[in-house]
């Protein structure tokens, strides 16, 4: 089955602008972002899910009792053993004969999911929900957002026209420690910017025709400019820029803004640091909301809603 019957999306109500963060370190470090989403002290990568899944299945012709698959993805689970897949499952009420599978480790998750759904012969549900984070100072926490998209799968709506995969390893690009909660890179921009082009023009290469609509994993609001190159007049999407970064989430999070421009074909494309790519093209379109009322905070309320501190007399 290659048909995404309709889409869903959750954002956590909590915004913060890079102004904020940046007056307190004297400058913001993440690059090309000018706002991001923030999760609340109950928030986490299953919550968002359920509520994506919730969003998607709301208008789908797609009943729950005929899902016969629920594949997750994303790079923060809220423990690191345990079956996030299941609990996701019994919130939404599947049957217990659903087929539940996790992807982890890689930002390339939400492809992952995506791609495990569509190749499903029966109806499907993908989610990919995502709430990175790194140490206060550095550019992986300034620029570090929080998401999900869901899609559920059917007999009608936009095609799976074609599907690839590239991989080059690039170690070091982007990783978390066991047991830890912040995600690290090496810091060398050069080296993670060829990684970054380098395994998307390899996936794009593979593609018998490249679509003038690209979706790629957006870690900032720059690098998805270097894919730009990569396009011969065409147009890149993303939400980086008033969402952060939102890891296994944010490719899905640019086909819904390439649907909102009106982009009838387009390129998603699950770049995993490491590196490993998937660019699934998606031909036809839905309507798309994926817009949420968002409260301003200020950076000592972010510090603890992101778990930087713990009182209000804490400090970073």
């Keep these: 089955m290659t048909a995404i019957e309709n ?8 915004r913060i602008t890079a102004a904020e963060i940046g007056s307190a370190w004297d400058g913001f470090r993440a690059r090309g972002i000018q706002e991001k989403r923030i999760p609340g002290a109950d928030e986490d990568a299953v919550t968002m899910a359920v509520a ?23 790079t923060t689970p809220p423990r690191e053993e345990g079956d996030i897949g299941a609990t996701i499952a019994e919130i939404l009420g599947l049957e217990d004969d659903v087929e539940v599978s996790v992807h982890t480790q890689s930002t390339r998750a939400g492809t992952r999911a995506l791609l495990g759904a569509v190749r499903t012969e029966d109806p499907a549900l993908a989610v990919a929900a995502d709430c990175p984070r790194g140490d206060p100072d550095d550019a992986i926490d300034h620029g570090a957002g929080a998401g999900a998209v869901a899609a559920v799968t059917g007999d009608s709506g936009p095609t799976v026209r074609e599907t690839v995969t590239y991989t080059r390893e690039f170690p070091g690009t982007r990783y978390r420690q ?4 912040s995600v690290e890179t090496y810091d060398a921009t050069a080296y993670e910017r060829e990684a970054y082009t380098t395994a998307i023009d390899g996936a794009l290469g593979l593609l018998d025709n490249v679509p003038a609509a690209v979706a790629p994993t957006a870690p900032d609001g720059s690098l998805p400019g270097r894919v730009d190159r990569l396009v011969d007049d065409g147009a890149v999407y993303h939400l980086a820029s008033e969402l952060g970064d939102t890891g296994a989430a944010s490719p899905l999070f640019g086909l819904l803004s390439a649907w909102d421009a009106g982009e009838e074909t387009v390129a998603v494309v699950g770049y995993g640091a490491g ?3 998937d660019a699934v093209v998606v031909e036809g379109m839905l309507d798309v909301d994926w817009t949420r009322p968002a409260t301003d905070i200020s ?5 603890r809603k992101r778990g930087h501190v713990l009182s209000e007399g804490g400090d970073h």
């Excluded at 889409?7 to 909590?14: D, I, K, Q, R």
């Excluded at 994506?52 to 994303?74: E, I, P, Q």
């Excluded at 950076?299 to 510090?303: G, K």
Aim: aromatic content about 10%.
């Design 7 to 14: 889409v869903g999306s959750y954002l956590p109500t909590y």
């Design 52 to 74: 994506a899944c919730k969003d998607a299945l709301a208008d789908a012709s797609v009943g729950r009792d005929s899902l016969t698959s629920l594949r997750v993805g994303t």
């Design 178 to 181: 066991r047991g830890s909660e």
């Design 275 to 277: 590196s490993s790519v």
């Design 299 to 303: 950076y000592p309320e972010y510090l």
